[in-house]
């Protein structure tokens, strides 16, 4: 059994598609590596965001849907997911949301500078400088220099009434307490991989929320492969309860919910986005799993249509 390097993705809930789309490429300059359907729901989709490749580490994922009503962080929840910036970046970065007319906060934690914000459906995110071994490789169609952009995940924050009980589940995946800061307390793994940090923030009188747009649905861990998933199943299978592994096609999962009320997955690194598709025209066509593909017609009737705006290199010499 391998060690949980740290977080494969995250997916969280929006409402409009197109916006959330051009948010996520356009602001923040992340790649669209995915545009598929909902598997349980096939008449919405699933986004895939991330690096060049959308390694595991780097990917962000929702489920837009159209009439989400917007929801409230609570008690057992994800309250923030914070991105790797490059050092050096901070300056570029509060300029680049200054520039786009967007607002943001700037506060310190552990030690480090962390820029606030909110995406269009009011999820938090945060970007907080760090030196990373092992960064994504930079998007190639995107206006944020290769030398600033996001290099995945730094980590993400929940918010718990207690942090011993989640602190014991953690404890099982090898996340081991790092520190405290103010009611913060940080855990990682050994290792200096990417998405590496889950802070707890700990409030006993925090309330429960309400999920929709701009939720986070689930974090997931990483599985080096689909024999290091089943060891790690069985050893969770023993504490608390688990899923079968599940096909999601890019990665293989597995479930089960931290004592605090967060939905955890363990997804493989293998095979990744690129098992559908060419690496130049990632997340440009509608993938569907094989199973769909008879009713494909019907589902992409459904979907609302986007437009994926392709910022091109070229255009970026000639604008600079
Ligand atoms: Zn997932």
Redo the contacts with the bound molecule.
Sequence with gaps: MHLIAGLH?V?AIASNPQRNLDFYTEVLGLRFVKKTVNFDDPGTYHFYFGDDTGAPGTILTFFPWPHAKKGTVGVGEVLATAFSIPTGSFAYWTGRLRSLNLTYNESTRFGAQVIGLADPDGMRLELIEHAETHAGSAPRYSDVPPASAIQGFYGVTLLERRVEPTAALLGVMKLKELAHDGDYVRFAPAGDALGRYVDVLVNPKAQPGRQGAGSVH?I?FRNTDDADQLAWHATLAAIVGVTPVQERTYFR?IYFREPGGVLF?M?TNTPGFLIDEPIESLGEALRIPEWYEPQRHIIEAQLLPLTLHKFSPTLQEVEQ
């Design positions: 993705h997916t689930h997931a999962s997955e997804a």
